[in-house]
């Protein structure tokens, strides 16, 4: 076995290559001199400095990362080397693997030891001085061993001496963009390559991670806005060349509320057809369950799953092939302007999407996280455990974004990559409630039946289940003048003027105009749930 070889076996040993697709490491040397510096966000943020070193990247973990501030003294952790494939490795490392998580090249270029011909020999006797020349770091750096350093766990400290290239205060938080890409972690997260999956055949275990581009959906025109205006109460209206037959247009599905008059059906479908590029994007390539309010909602409404025989040819369906006898088979699949219009004449008022997509449905693209108020829970309660959901994601560095449900309650939704389970989601949703409702006892209950929780809040993380839904965004609720579910920033859970129910059919358009959809920019992330 060559000493390069033996240099490679611990890190080999720590990785299974049937699943992580980083580079196994040729055997002959590559390059000279050269260094890199990876962000590596797994278990914990670190950077990875790596020197080139007799046919191998001899690496250290820096917690805080390298710096040009001559008065810092920043750890860093000896670890295995890597092989020189890993030179310019930037991707997703596969959850469960070894160091899996999120890698960028935060810095490369070349390298040279300082006062020794032998850094393999420096490096073993505990101290190397050595000369960067990177598109972040230069000038002349020392590691050196601690005295308590143990094998195996060997901590050294990272010093930039004070010459020509220092900068004190220097942070490399402040440079966050990859030298090989110019993307952050959280762009590289987001759209991966590739993710090879080992549970699958070879042919099929490449799975594309790059989120896939939404289609742009424009809304209707002002011609024909005036001629869904100009109908009676019944009639035909073209809609980006689909004729649809709507009936009923003045009746009132939505009491007011002062001062706002009543909502008829001919608003609600005007409301489908203006908000449609906002809400298709959560809607398209998902069966769609609805809530129906044919009577308006001062009276019951009910569930409606499976698509009518008056439906229109061209409205996109999908059949269920697992539905046992009696279920429902076929699903409407909402991807146009005109399919929302016709929802909206069916006096579907609340429209709730599976969190799956087509055509595997069994793998969530959602994690849904429901903050449901109880009898006695002001919506005070509901932001303080939103808050504490902010905190707990944030340090999880995981994205998420908020949403008020046109109601009472709250939902934060989590993007996930492909090949999550509804158990994963559900199991890890649990997880952080359950750490949020022992920091915050007083507020939860944990009972599933409502008269048994006293008036407390419910942490419902059961709705990471296949046909399990939650409002869609930008769905109308069933109470006086047609309140909408809305995504909202994280900050605006300061602001004193939210409500669950503060915008309505009438009022949304001008904030999605002005601000436009905070969740918008989380549609088909690829992002790894850390272990918990």
């Avoid at 742009?216 to 060349?241: I, K």
């Avoid at 007011?256 to 008059?261: L, N, S, V, Y």
């Avoid at 039946?449 to 809040?457: E, I, T």
Wanted: hydrophobic share 40%.
């Amino acid at each position: 076995m060559s000493d390069q070889q033996e240099r490679l076996k611990t890190y080999r040993a720590k990785r299974d290559f049937s699943v992580t697709a980083e580079p196994a490491g040729a055997t002959s040397p590559v390059g000279q001199s050269r260094f890199v510096v990876q962000r590596h966000r797994a278990r914990r943020l670190h950077y990875d400095l790596r020197l080139e070193v007799a046919g191998v990247l001899v690496s250290w973990a820096v917690p805080k990362g390298p710096t040009l501030d001559p008065k810092a003294r920043q750890l860093a952790v000896h670890v295995e080397d890597h092989p020189l494939e890993y030179f310019d490795f930037e991707g997703i490392i596969p959850k469960g693997e070894y160091g899996g998580g999120d890698v960028i090249v935060w810095d490369w270029g070349t390298w040279q030891p300082a006062e020794t011909d032998d850094p393999a020999r420096a490096i073993e006797r505990g101290e190397l001085h050595f000369d960067l020349h990177g598109e972040k770091l230069a000038g002349r750096f020392v590691l050196v061993r601690r005295d308590d350093a143990r094998p195996g766990k060997e901590q050294w400290l990272l010093i930039h001496k004070n010459d020509d290239h220092a900068r004190p205060g220097w942070d490399p938080e402040d440079h966050p963009l990859s030298v090989k890409t110019g993307r952050t972690n959280d762009e590289v997260a987001a759209a991966p390559e590739s993710l090879w999956r080992s549970d699958k055949p070879a042919a099929e275990a490449a799975v594309a991670l790059a989120p896939e581009r939404a289609p742009v959906w424009d809304p209707p025109t002002a011609e024909e806005l005036a001629e869904l205006d100009a109908l009676g109460s019944d009639g035909r209206w073209v809609v980006q060349g689909r004729e649809l037959k709507l009936t009923n247009l003045d009746k009132v599905l939505f009491p007011g509320r002062d001062p706002e008059p009543p909502v008829t059906k001919r608003d609600l479908i005007r409301y489908h057809a203006l908000i449609a590029p906002f809400m298709l994007p959560y809607l398209a390539d998902r069966p769609v369950n609805s809530h129906r309010y044919p009577d308006g909602v001062d009276r019951p409404g009910f569930w409606h799953k499976e698509v009518p025989s008056h439906a229109p040819e061209w409205l996109s369906r999908w059949r269920n092939e697992e539905a046992d006898p009696g279920e429902t088979q076929w699903y409407a699949v909402i991807d146009s302007v005109p399919a929302l219009v016709w929802l909206a004449n069916f006096a579907a008022v609340e429209l709730h999407p599976w969190t799956s997509k087509l055509p595997d449905v069994h793998q969530p693209t959602w994690a849904l996280i429901d903050i449901d108020p109880g009898s006695a829970s002001s919506f005070d309660d509901v932001l303080v455990l939103a808050r504490l959901y902010r905190v707990a994601l944030e340090h999880l560095r995981v994205d998420a974004m908020p949403k008020v449900t046109g109601q009472r309650g709250l939902q934060i939704w989590v993007p996930v990559r492909g090949g999550y389970t509804f158990a994963d989601t559900r199991a890890w949703v649990e997880k952080v409630s359950r750490a949020i409702g022992r920091t915050v006892p007083e507020l939860v209950s944990w009972e599933w039946q409502k008269d048994r929780r006293h008036g407390l809040a419910r942490l419902d993380y059961t709705q990471n289940a296949i046909n399990k839904t939650l409002v869609a965004p930008f769905s109308a609720r069933p109470a006086a003048s047609a309140p909408v579910s809305v995504p909202i920033g994280w900050d605006e859970l300061q602001d004193p003027e939210l409500r669950p129910d503060r915008w309505t059919i009438r009022t949304v358009l001008d904030r999605v105009s002005s601000v436009g959809d905070p969740l918008a920019p989380l549609i088909g992330r690829a992002q790894e749930l850390p272990a918990l």
